[in-house]
């Protein structure tokens, strides 16, 4: 899978800039692709720190050549209400809210919005409406943090 190559392939480059390489997500369209990466530091991320990791990313894209045709790059921060995707991502963020998007349903529920308590290699927990859910991070569709503002 292309995304996978990609990660496999920018991760490293990432890392040795001094970032987390968070997230990464590639769109073809007509007309060309976009690339989309996501960076991370316990400092922040700066726009200087997106265009150092520009410059270096399309420098190992040129190279490499892993994408068929045209395509778009766009490096940023996660943001406040940043994607969670991996097990690490999770624990990361364990004690915050969270909105989870599930692609079958749990409990009769697709949807969740609650404190994140705990995470593993298959699920995550969550406390909603008083309670405790258990959802498997396979189905997730889509989750998020849900900072309170």
Known sequence: MLR???NELLGPVVSEL???LWELEYASRAGGGLLRLYIDSPEGVSL??????SRAVSATLDGTDPIPGQYTLEVSSPGLDRVL???AHFERFAGERVRVEMSRPVDGRKRFSGQLLAA????????VDGGRVILPIGDIHKARLAPQM
């Open 4 to 6: 996978d190559q990609l």
């Open 18 to 20: 001094g970032y987390e």
């Open 48 to 53: 200087e720190d997106c265009e150092r990791v």
């Open 85 to 87: 995707r991996t097990r």
């Open 120 to 127: 593993d290699d298959q699920q995550i927990t969550l406390e």
